[in-house]
């Protein structure tokens, strides 16, 4: 049997941009993505904070830290600039595998979106 879990989080990131003439994505800081093991086209699930919307998209590599954090297409309808944001992909394992799993998850300053390193 497979079970899906979660494989990654960004806990809490501001969107710096929201950017409805482009084809869809959200673009992310690429210190961000290698901190929580995330790539270039991967699934992610959105939720904002600020307004309770949750929705699907891919990631865009966005340059590396720039903080920057834009929601692309139709999702840039979802938030605003200045909404905290949390970030999070999945992945299928065997469930044997998903009991000892541990996802990777950061916590970035809310403020400028850089690593915070504790």
Known sequence: MFVEVMKSKIHRVTVTEANLNYIGSITIDEALLDAANLLP??????VNNNNGERFETYIIKGERHSGIICLNGA?????????????MSYAMMDFEEAKTFQPTIIFPD?????LVHL
């Open 41 to 46: 086209y991967e699934k992610v699930s959105v």
């Open 75 to 87: 999702a840039a309808r979802k938030v605003q600039p200045g909404d905290i944001l949390i970030i």
């Open 110 to 114: 809310t403020a400028t979106n850089q």
